[in-house]
């Protein structure tokens, strides 16, 4: 564990996935058969705590929900990439908007898509129920599956290895 607390130390941009992440990769379909997603609170929370102590966060998915999309618009995350098929460009796009490198990015992914850019960033992780390949590729698999809290799990990880976790911005929604 303490390879991954140093690696984690280095973290400066958090991305994400949706589907199987953020999401449950099981849900009920809408009447035009696409599927519902959920989300989970907890992660939410996280992710308006990272931005607070000023973590770049972005989202790159292959849906192209408007809810979705809208849901972390509420939390305050300004990069969404949506319908996306190659997750590359965005995460380049993401990486020189903000100024980092891919040493210093944490993407958390679940399935084949995510492959590709899981190879290319500093510390790649994944939930407990990912696909085997993108858990042979995780420097830190949750214990927590897809959309039952693991973006919360990752993410506090990344703050408490970087002291920021706990601090008079965590007890309100909003920075001021």
Same mark, same amino acid.
């Given at each position: 564990?303490?390879?991954?607390?140093?690696?984690?130390?280095?973290? %400066?941009? #958090? *991305?994400?996935?949706?589907?199987? *992440?953020?999401?449950?990769?099981?849900?009920?379909?809408?009447?035009?058969?696409?599927?519902?997603?959920?989300?989970?609170?907890?992660?939410?929370?996280?992710?308006?705590?990272?931005?607070?102590?000023?973590?770049?966060?972005?989202?790159?998915?292959?849906?192209?929900? @408007?809810?979705?999309?809208?849901?972390?618009? %509420? =939390?305050?995350?300004?990069?969404?990439?949506?319908?996306?098929?190659?997750?590359?460009?965005? #995460?380049?796009?993401?990486?020189? %908007?903000?100024?980092?490198?891919?040493?210093?990015?944490?993407?958390?992914?679940?399935?084949?898509?995510?492959?590709?850019?899981?190879? =290319?960033?500093?510390?790649?992780?994944?939930?407990?129920?990912?696909?085997?390949?993108?858990?042979?590729?995780?420097?830190?698999?949750?214990?927590?599956?897809?959309?039952?809290?693991?973006?919360?799990?990752?993410? @506090?990880?990344?703050?408490?290895?970087?002291?920021?976790?706990?601090?008079?911005?965590?007890?309100?929604?909003?920075?001021?």
């Amino acid at each position: 564990m303490t390879f991954v607390k140093d690696k984690l130390k280095s973290i %400066k941009a #958090l *991305v994400f996935d949706i589907d199987g *992440v953020l999401s449950l990769d099981t849900s009920p379909l809408n009447e035009d058969g696409d599927p519902m997603r959920t989300a989970n609170v907890k992660d939410g929370y996280a992710l308006r705590n990272a931005l607070n102590m000023g973590y770049h966060v972005a989202i790159i998915t292959g849906g192209a929900v @408007e809810r979705v999309k809208l849901r972390y618009e %509420k =939390l305050g995350v300004p990069h969404i990439y949506m319908g996306v098929r190659d997750k590359v460009q965005p #995460l380049n796009d993401f990486m020189q %908007k903000v100024g980092v490198t891919a040493d210093q990015v944490l993407y958390m992914g679940d399935d084949l898509i995510d492959y590709q850019i899981m190879s =290319l960033v500093g510390f790649p992780c994944s939930p407990k129920d990912a696909v085997h390949e993108i858990k042979e590729i995780s420097s830190y698999i949750s214990d927590k599956n897809g959309g039952e809290g693991c973006v919360r799990d990752v993410i @506090e990880q990344v703050m408490r290895a970087q002291d920021t976790w706990i601090n008079e911005k965590s007890y309100y929604w909003r920075s001021t």
